[in-house]
């Protein structure tokens, strides 16, 4: 009995200490799992945080962390229901406390348990148990079974608590945590204010989709989508906005937005089957004025046409359509036509570069997959393109005020009109040139423009150009246009400055050569003394002559082309200006003379010493020497000629401009106290003062260039030069300039009375000095006459010496051993000589000059006579070439005779008479024809007389002024000589009647036919005067020549002489001017007579 009490007691203190490990492993088990389920959420919120765990990673970990907590549980529930094991926990108290070792296990063993007792007895084992409760009565719970706080040790603690930290940095972080983890596919974070679209979405299948995120709070972000196909894409952030497309739909899907750690709800896009067209057609209509045809395109959209052009399109949808349209991306959008559903047609005109597409959408709100986009390429009618070809650059405009425009115009699609634009007085004007019916595509221009019509003076200047209008219908005609050019009226200066730079480059040329041509003919000299004293020609002079050839070719190439350019400027200025008769004749002479320089002869000369060159013939290359040399001297001494009467036409010109700027300023001083005499108000007196002023500048421009000719006529024309600086010291000594400005000064206080007495005392100086003037120009034009003869007598004295060389050269061929190559040569040189003094006669000749037609007959003679001479010499015939030398010696002395017979005419006066009377002739016959252009006058408004022909009748009062004061000149200086003119006292009368005509501005047919009878007076005094030229008293005869040649005349002794001229006693007996009758005794002396 006691043993089962005790077994009871043993047992229910065992039962105690279970219950009481249970319950402290129960809490050990509560604090471990507390420890491992803080740190796994730490854990799993810091790495969501850092790596931002995939929903798919956060759903399970949220699965694995809900299954832990009923494991638990279930775990601890089965532990509560357990039935104890008094042996195990023998055990256990054993292991916790190892003094009672084998004490509670066996008191356990053999109390409690089951095994055989029979080696114990039963005090044994009642010992044991009772031993055994006494130990368990003594055990404490908290020592025995203790709760552990730090399963895991500090550590752990520390590791918790800096893990706790971390995330409590961010708290709010916490809570988008739990719920990414709660619910990992749900909306996470907070949405309010972000806009996501398209949000729920369809769309055709395979096409693309735009998703965007506005106010998205970040600058990155990602799209998710679900489907079929799972993905992802990140999100760029453009204009404020996140966005990303989801290519290639070929299936419904979800996708969500997510931002950071927060997530999107998802949106659904349903897929459907496309909407599509096919049989796309398209009509472009060009505008009709283009011409262009009618084009048509099938299944392509791209259009390229000219603005304006219409296009039809037309399409086919694979849907019935509910609506339809055009998209422009710059002009908007334009409705569609939908027929039968399907069938879409528009049109619309072509104005810009743009795309443009075609939308539609169906009843379900279907529209086209990915519609094209196509491109309109807008063709510009371009401007058309003009030019003008002629005139270039500044044109200075001739008497006819006209102006003679050329151009090219062109338009790619065709050209409608042509018209002149131009600013004359600060007012732009157009005017048409050309219209067409017909559009062109090119078109050349011309045009005679009459400048003079734009009521311009001398020195206004019109800024003119050339428009092209094209034939655009659509935007209205476009302009093209040329370049700018300037049309000035000249001043007197202008055109006479023009005049002089048409020969200032032959001047520089000639005077830069003068230099290479005496180097040259020293070389010729140089080379033809070498080859005289060389057996043979060497390579050394061979090439010598290669060299002169060389430089003789440059030289001639150089000049001739200087002269070409010279004479085609005088051409042009002859053409377009008029001058006095005198001047008129200059040109053209120094015309002919840019003609003649670098002569073909010279050339042929050079070609012959090439050839004997290429022979190494000495005797050949000698001679082609001598006739380059002779050549070489031709050409220097036109050349010279030509200088010399460049010079020459420089001061007459600059003699006649200043001539002219003083009429011009006289009457403009005339005009100028004529309307100081109306007394106008006072602002017409301030325009007459600084026209006053401007005045007075000129004329002291004018004195300052008289002075400057005076200087340069001091050593070519003493007499002239000494009339010009009297006329200039005159305006000092008067102090012309003076009273000008004073008359200006007293207009500008309104003293017209005082400024009228000046002008008058102006115009009476201004008279005097252009008598002056005109008694300069007749100094000059008398040494020119002197000039002329005396040209005259040295080409005498040019013919008797060649006639020494003739005469020289006969008697050689007397001698039969003479080489009669060499002769023929020597007689080729001397007839080349006579054609060239033959040459220079016939310039003067051309010139007016008083020569007798005999000395040209024989010229003509001596040069034939000489070529016969020279081929009987190279054919041997010695007799035949004595003939010819023989016959071409009488015939030089003849025209020496004949020479000296017309110089002597020229120094009897009549020259003199003749060239003034000529120079006022031409003066009045181009005054003659300006009067009679203004017959019918110009009006304006229907009565008033326009201001172009008002100047042009005051320029021609000045000019007939001008010529009245010439002839009463005349009449003073020739006044003894009537029988040679008879009386022209009437005709000054005759001009003044003129002149009141053009000052009033009253020209009529009465006044034509008075200038038509001053020169018909003038030209008949002229022709009295070479008759009177060409008496019975100096008559010079075409020589009649007997069929076997020419024969002198006889002597009174009834011998011919050898020489052709009359015997020493008959000569003397006959009239000749005292220099040629030195000229003749020195010629007869050294013949022997």
């Known amino acids: 009995m006691d043993q089962k009490r005790d077994n009871i007691t043993l047992k229910t203190a065992l039962q105690g200490i279970h219950r009481r490990q249970r319950f402290v492993s129960t809490i050990n088990i509560l604090i471990v799992s507390l420890y491992i389920g803080l740190g796994w959420l730490l854990l799993l919120h810091l790495a969501d945080g850092i790596f931002m765990l995939p929903s798919y990673i956060r759903q399970a970990s949220s699965y694995v962390t809900l299954a832990a907590l009923p494991g638990l549980a279930i775990y601890l529930l089965i532990t509560s229901l357990r039935q104890p094991d008094h042996r195990k926990t023998a055990a256990n108290i054993e292991n916790v406390l190892p003094e009672l070792k084998q004490e509670i296990s066996t008191a356990v063993q053999f109390g409690l348990g089951e095994e055989s007792r029979e080696n114990y007895s039963r005090q044994l084992i009642a010992d044991l148990i009772q031993r055994a409760e006494e130990k368990l009565k003594v055990i404490r719970g908290g020592s025995f079974l203790p709760v552990r706080a730090l399963p895991f040790g500090k550590l752990a603690v520390y590791i918790l608590i800096s893990l706790t930290l971390i995330s409590l940095i961010k708290p709010a972080e916490l809570g988008i945590s739990l719920e990414r983890f709660i619910h990992p596919d749900g909306v996470i974070g907070n949405w309010e204010g972000i806009e996501i679209n398209p949000g729920d979405a369809r769309v055709a299948r395979g096409s693309e989709i735009r998703v965007d995120v506005a106010n998205p709070g970040r600058t990155s972000g990602r799209i998710e989508w679900r489907g079929a196909a799972n993905g992802s894409a990140p999100m760029t952030i453009t204009n404020g906005k996140l966005e990303a497309g989801i290519k290639a739909i070929d299936s419904s899907l979800a996708y969500r937005i997510v931002l950071g750690r ?56 694979t849907l019935p359509l509910e609506e339809a349209g055009l998209t422009f991306d710059r002009s908007g959008q334009k409705d569609v036509a939908i027929t039968e559903g399907r069938q879409l047609s528009a049109s619309f005109y072509v104005g810009k570069d743009e795309n443009y597409r075609l939308w539609g959408r169906t009843t379900q709100g279907d529209t086209f997959v990915n519609p094209a986009e196509y491109r309109i390429t807008c063709l510009e009618d371009e401007p058309p393109v003009i030019e003008i070809t002629s005139p270039e650059g500044e044109v200075l405009l001739g008497e006819d005020m006209k102006v003679s425009l050329t151009g090219l115009a062109s338009d790619d699609l065709g050209l409608s009109a042509v018209r002149l634009g131009y600013i004359s007085r600060d007012r732009e004007q157009r005017q ?22 734009l009521d311009v003076l001398p020195g206004d200047s019109v800024a003119y150009w050339l428009e092209a209008l094209d034939n655009d219908a659509v935007s ?116 002919e003379l840019f003609d003649q320089v670098a002569t073909d002869k010279m050339r042929q000369d050079m070609e012959r010493l090439r050839q004997a060159l290429d022979k190494l013939d000495k005797q050949e290359v000698s001679r082609a020497l001598d006739n380059l040399k002779l050549s070489q001297e031709d050409f220097n001494r036109q050349l010279d000629q030509t200088m010399e009467l460049l010079k020459e036409l420089q001061r007459e010109r600059q003699m006649e401009k200043l001539d002219r700027q003083l009429q011009d300023l006289t009457q403009r001083q005339k005009d100028l106290k004529d309307r100081t005499e109306e007394r106008p108000d006072h602002d017409q007196n301030q325009r007459l003062s600084a026209q006053q002023k401007g005045l007075a500048e000129d004329l002291k421009k004018i004195s300052g260039e008289m002075q400057e000719l005076a200087r340069e006529l001091k050593e070519p024309n003493r007499e002239a030069s000494q009339k010009l600086s009297e006329s200039a010291d005159r305006l000092q000594q008067k102090q012309t ?70 005469e020289s050269l006969n008697q050689i061929g007397t001698d039969a051993a003479a080489d009669r190559n060499d002769l023929a040569n020597q007689q080729q040189i001397i007839r080349r000589q006579a054609e060239r003094i033959r040459q220079e006669l016939d310039n003067m000749a051309r010139n007016n000059m008083l020569l007798s037609p005999r000395s040209q007959q024989m010229m003509q003679e001596a040069s034939r006579q000489m070529d016969q001479a020279a081929q009987a ?41 003749m060239q003034d009377l000529a120079g006022l002739s031409g003066q009045q016959q181009s005054i003659n024809e300006g009067t009679s252009s203004t017959l019918p006058l110009p009006q304006e408004g229907g009565g008033q007389m326009s201001q172009q022909a008002r100047s042009q009748m005051s320029r021609l009062a000045a000019r007939q002024e001008a010529v009245r004061q010439g002839m009463e000149e005349f009449n003073q200086k020739y006044g003894g000589r009537r029988d040679k003119t008879g009386r022209m006292d009437d005709l000054v009368e005759e001009m003044k009647q003129v002149i009141e005509d053009l000052k009033k501005q009253q020209v009529s047919r009465q006044t ?56 020493w006693k008959n000569w003397r007996q006959e009239y000749y001017p005292l220099e040629y009758k030195e000229i003749l005794e020195e010629y007869f002396r050294s013949l022997g007579q």
């Open 432 to 453: 048409d040139i050309n219209r067409w019916q017909k559009c062109l595509a090119a078109a050349a221009v011309e045009y005679v423009w009459e400048v003079g019509r």
């Open 737 to 806: 300039g003076r009273k000008m400005e004073k008359a200006s000064q007293s207009l500008s206080q309104n003293e017209n009375s005082q400024a009228a007495d000046l002008q008058k005392q102006v115009l009476s100086e201004l008279s005097m000095v252009s008598s002056g003037m005109q008694s300069a120009r007749s100094s000059m034009r008398q040494a020119k006459n002197k000039a002329a003869a005396k040209a005259v007598r040295q080409r005498a004295r040019d013919l008797l010496d060649l006639s020494r060389q003739q």
């Open 1008 to 1063: 034509i036919e008075r200038q038509e009878k001053i020169l018909t007076r003038m030209l008949d005094a002229q022709q009295s005067l070479k008759e009177r030229d060409f008496s019975k008293q100096r008559q010079a005869e075409s020589g009649r020549l007997p069929e076997n040649g020419y024969l002198p005349p006889r002597t009174d002794k009834g011998k011919w002489t050898p020489q052709g001229l009359p015997a």
């Open 873 to 913: 010499h190279s054919e041997g015939r010695g007799d035949q070439a004595q003939k010819g030398g023989q016959k071409a010696l009488a015939a030089l002395n003849g025209a020496a005779i004949s020479l000296m017979e017309s110089s002597s005419g020229q120094g009897g006066g009549s020259g003199d008479m």
């Open 476 to 591: 209205g005609p476009k302009t093209g246009r040329s370049r700018v050019q300037m049309i000035r009226v000249p001043t007197i200066e202008d055109i006479y400055r023009s005049l002089a730079t048409a020969d200032s480059a032959a001047i520089e040329e000639i005077g830069r050569a003068e230099q290479a041509r005496s180097q040259l003919n020293q070389e010729i000299d140089k080379l033809a003394q070498s080859l005289k004293e060389s057996r043979k020609i060497d390579w050394q002079q061979q090439a010598a002559a290669e060299q002169v050839l060389k430089k003789q070719q440059e030289l001639a190439d150089r000049l001739e082309k200087a002269m070409e350019q010279a004479s085609e400027d005088l051409a042009q200025r002859e053409n377009k200006w008029s001058f006095d008769q005198e001047t008129m004749e200059k040109l053209a002479q120094l015309r």
């Open 262 to 317: 927060r997530q999107s709800r998802f949106y659904r896009i349903d897929c459907y089957t496309p909407l599509l067209l096919s049989d796309i057609r398209i009509k472009i209509t060009p505008p009709r004025y283009t011409g262009f045809q009618i084009r048509q395109t099938e299944n392509q959209g791209d259009i390229t046409a000219i603005r304006g052009s219409r296009v039809y399109i037309s399409a086919v949808s």
